[in-house]
């Protein structure tokens, strides 16, 4: 089915919904959740498109020395502190 879309217009490609009914439906895929489905699709659609050459798959590589670099992710954390302690 995905490879069939790739020559589809983009309104006829399969959506992850479509594929579950048509395995549902064709293939007796009862035990399958949409989930599982969606997650395949989404992977197995990028894979196809590197495949095919209609996506290029790019990665920056990073080099540090250690201690030169620091990543942090910020947020909010609220503390009680016991006043009585002594």
Request: hydrophobic share 35%; with cysteine; proline share 3%.
């Amino acid at each position: 089915m995905l490879t069939y879309d790739l020559t589809a217009p983009r309104k006829q490609r399969h959506t992850a919904t479509r594929i579950l009914t048509r395995l549902r439906d064709e293939h007796g895929a009862t035990d399958l959740s949409y989930s599982t489905v969606r997650d395949y699709v989404r992977v197995r659609r990028a894979q196809i498109d590197l495949e095919a050459g209609r996506r290029v798959e790019a990665m920056v590589p990073q080099d540090h020395a250690p201690g030169a670099e620091a990543e942090v992710d910020f947020g909010e954390v609220y503390v009680i502190l016991d006043q009585h302690c002594g």
